[in-house]
């Protein structure tokens, strides 16, 4: 019972980008902080960011929308509104307006101009998508069913292991799955990822067929004194190479009692797909797609 024109709301949030980060410290396509990302309930953890988590973000986003359309009476423009700028914002300029006897819709209010921003910007992606042919833009169709679906893992599940398990690729399972930190699933849950509904049955059946002793293919280690990296990754046949990559070091070597990463496998990092860290790094540094137009400001421009 929400107006479809939510499920827009992304695009000016994050451009759905999963790993789109604000100054404020906001993060997924919803753009939770962390504070908010708490109280409607999503984890954030050494494994684990809820707020990057596509299904647990978008119920958690409907439920905040939701809360706040009741705070204001029905009005979705203020709920959108006191989505971005935090409802304290909007509550102090309505109670500015009506101190002044003024109006109390959101064209009436004094607020931040990102805010006064916003909202017109979902009205305007709104109505390009209702019309694109009127402005003269061609979209890609998209059917109107499911593309994914949630796939249990009962437990602890190495991430690259449940590509292969699904018959799809790494870069594929992250894509769908942006929430993870590390390499495998939260040993405390969420147990389940988002696949390809054509890939889930398959995974099922693999899943079940697999000795549960091979669901993990690394380990946590605890560096003991007087070890070293190189004796390490001898001992756990990798490379010292690996283990800096994996762990991020940036010193020569490691201390005592420092935790760190043991690949028993390579198989995840073959697509160079690690950590957030490193896919949000990645990201960053890719090549834009489109077209670069370079501008020189002439008088009187704005």
Do not use: C
Not at 18 to 30: E, R, T, V
Not at 45 to 69: H, K
Not at 234 to 257: G, I
């Amino acid at each position: 019972d929400m107006p479809t024109e939510i499920a827009l709301l992304p695009i000016v949030e994050s451009a759905f980008q999963a790993f789109a980060y604000s100054p404020g410290s906001a993060s997924g396509i919803w753009q939770f902080i962390p504070a908010t990302a708490k109280r409607y309930g999503l984890e954030m953890n050494w494994w684990y960011d809820g707020r990057r988590d596509i299904y647990a973000s978008t119920i958690a986003a409907l439920e905040f929308l939701l809360d706040l359309q009741d705070h204001y009476d029905g009005d979705w423009l203020l709920a959108l509104a006191a989505y971005n700028s935090g409802q304290g914002t909007v509550d102090r300029a309505i109670r500015r307006n009506l101190k002044a006897g003024k109006r109390t819709h959101f064209w009436a209010l004094q607020l931040p101009k990102e805010t006064r921003d916003y909202v017109p910007k979902l009205l305007a992606i709104a109505t390009i998508v209702a019309e694109p042919k009127a402005f003269n833009i061609l979209l890609k169709p998209i059917p109107a069913r499911p593309f994914f679906e949630q796939a249990y893992t009962n437990g602890q599940l190495d991430l690259a292991l449940a590509a292969e398990l699904a018959d799809i690729s790494v870069e594929e399972l992250f894509a769908l799955n942006p929430a993870f930190n590390r390499w495998a699933t939260a040993p405390q849950g969420p147990h389940y990822l988002l696949l390809p509904r054509t890939k889930v049955d398959k995974f099922r059946e693999n899943l079940a067929a697999l000795d549960p002793r091979h669901r993990i293919q690394w380990k946590r280690h605890r560096v003991a004194p007087g070890e070293t990296l190189k004796r390490i990754a001898d001992r756990h046949h990798t490379t010292v190479n690996l283990l800096k990559e994996v762990n991020q070091l940036d010193a020569p070597d490691v201390e005592a009692h420092d935790i760190i990463i043991i690949p028993k496998t390579n198989k995840a990092l073959s697509g160079g797909v690690l950590t957030a860290a490193l896919r949000k790094k990645r990201l960053e540094d890719s090549e834009r797609g489109g077209e670069k137009i370079q501008h020189i400001v002439q008088r009187g421009d704005t």
